[in-house]
């Protein structure tokens, strides 16, 4: 039976880096740390051309493939998409779907829950990203995070719940140094609201039990206080994981904390 795993660690190479030798060697570097984990899993989301070459070098113990957008279509006239069905075919099994970096290109909430569908339709687990662009004392921001939430979650099963983990990464916070990162208080008060918001989705249980993560200048030295105080199953890491070092020991770190 697969392992269940309770933290998760991500690497979202975004468009990086420019080569298969760069990527493979990069990789090789994070596979050494991931398979000395106990019980954290490391997804790797490369750019999709280095898929392929990434996933023959092995799933091994505690690493998993994502893809960093998918389309919601199977196959036909969709010039430059790719679909689900060929993700699940280069052995990835997640998939990160409604990046704040996509929806600035014009993705919509409505984009983002057919791909969320698709996806779930073929088996790839999904990392479904939300975040507000600013905050203001009002909370407007809240009631923006539970729209986002509920049009992406539309017609989504109850059954397909197992099947997705959600990563807050507020817009504000992406791209900076660790002081950058929303305060890990600010990062639980939205842990507890996206339970409550899937809760009032799906009306089961379950839905306290999916995993949460956070992303947003996520670096060494902010993976502490994120994880145990910010109360979050693991962390979506954009620069820091290009850099083999320091996401090693994001992943170290990760691994040591009692959730
Ligand atoms: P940074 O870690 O570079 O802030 O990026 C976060 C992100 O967008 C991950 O998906």
Redesign the pocket.
Known sequence: MAKVYKKFV?A?W?MNPLDADSAVKLFSAIREQAVRARETLVVVAPPLLFLNTLTRLGNDKNISFGA?NCFWEEKGAYTGEISPTMIKGMSADYC?VG???RRALGETNEMVNRKVRAALRNGLTVIL?IGESERDAEGTYLEFLERELHEALASVTKKQLSQILI?Y?PIW????SAE??CAPRDVHEVVILIHKFLKDIFRVSAALEVPVLY?????PENTEKLVREGRVNGL??????LIAANFCKIIEIVDSLVL
């Open positions: 991500v979202n975004k960093q990160i990046h704040s970096e990203c990563a990464e916070a992406i791209g900076g950058r990162s992303g947003g200048s996520v670096a979506l890491v954009g620069g820091q994981s």
